[in-house]
């Protein structure tokens, strides 16, 4: 880490001078290298952590009821071991609220905890999940994805987080970035003796757009002790904000190892945008509409998605719905 913090100041300090920053500039590159140093005095307080294989999961979620439905009915169907889940969800309206509560009752036997977020802390709400957690890891969803491969998540969470970032949503058949809107180049592929043949390794600092981006709240692990102390750091309002906030912190988690499993696992299907700090780009499916639909009794036809062969790790697919059953998501379709 002392390390990191040299390189920190040799990259972006010493090359400008002080002295021909702007004030808005020097307090943020002060404020970037406070908190790398606070993280690393809190690193050498701790120690280093050996990591058990206990891991929970984290999804992020507003006024998107039914595409919640299909990524939890995915992750319960196609995934083996899967880790205790954390919904932290927001909603615009009372019709939105209910749907929520439509699907706790939906998800009631699994092992699904819905909190509400409170007005305006979605920080606090995140830090007060992040501390409860008895889990040494934790990766984090977002409800526009799906689950789109059987996976046994035990394989996922076995790696050492102080050195490897490991990814759901990367794999070889990725060569698009579509927040770029561009091709992008896969990387050089690790010759690493703890890879399992399913999974590939390569280092994050010498990808390319989704390959060059560790620091992702769509299906990457992390150590739970860590994405807490640097979430205490950092200041944010939205999901959104938060995955920008965690940049700061990018030098450290670049150096680590990338791996994921050959044929991405899931996938961002983003066929509407529900947040208003960053615009990204998306589908017009209006979220309005879909709770119409949900209220219908409708439900995603997710499982038409199973086995997509994505090329991007958002990608925009034919939206199909379906009546929906009285027990909205099977057992398990494994074998």
Not at 2 to 11: D, G, S
Not at 43 to 48: D, T, V
Not at 102 to 116: E, G, N, P, S, Y
Not at 160 to 180: A, E
Request: positive net charge; charged residues 20%; proline residues 4%.
């Amino acid at each position: 880490m002392r390390k990191l913090l040299k390189n920190f100041i040799n990259k972006f300090i010493n090359p400008l001078g002080l002295t021909a920053l702007k004030s808005k500039d020097y307090i943020f590159v002060q404020k970037r290298y406070n908190n790398l140093a606070t993280l690393y005095n809190k690193r050498c307080a701790n120690g280093r952590q050996a990591l058990s294989n206990s891991t929970s999961c984290i999804v992020f979620s507003k006024d998107r009821s039914i595409q919640l439905h299909a990524l939890l009915s995915s992750y319960f169907e196609l995934v083996t071991n899967p880790a205790p889940v954390t919904v932290l969800y927001h909603t615009s309206s009372t019709e939105h609220y209910q749907a929520y509560r439509d699907l706790a009752d939906i998800f009631v036997d699994f092992q699904v905890h819905f909190q509400r977020q409170h007005p305006g802390k979605f920080k606090e709400d995140l830090l007060g999940i992040l501390s409860r957690q008895k889990s040494d890891k934790i990766f984090f969803l977002v409800d526009d994805m799906l689950f789109v491969e059987k996976i046994d998540l035990d394989n996922f969470t076995c790696f050492d987080t102080d050195i490897f970032v490991p990814s759901l949503r990367l794999g070889q058949n990725l060569n698009f970035c579509y927040t770029l809107q561009q091709k992008q180049p896969l990387p050089n592929w690790l010759n690493n003796p703890q890879c399992p043949p399913k999974m590939m390794s390569w280092s994050w600092q010498d990808g390319k757009f989704d390959w060059a981006y560790p620091l992702s709240v769509d299906g990457h692990l992390f150590g739970r002790w860590e994405i807490l102390a640097m979430t205490e750091l950092l200041d944010f309002t939205a999901p959104n904000t938060y995955e920008i906030a965690l940049q700061q912190f990018s030098d450290i988690f670049e150096t680590r190892i990338g791996i994921a499993y050959k044929k991405s696992a899931v996938v961002n299907i983003p066929w509407n945008k529900v947040q208003k700090e960053h615009d990204n780009l998306s589908g017009s499916i209006h979220q309005d509409h879909l709770l119409a639909q949900w209220r219908a009794g409708k439900q995603i036809d997710y499982q038409k998605i199973y086995g997509l062969p994505n090329f991007s790790a958002h990608q925009e697919v034919s939206l199909e719905l379906k009546d929906r059953k009285a027990f909205g998501v099977a057992r398990k379709i494994h074998a």
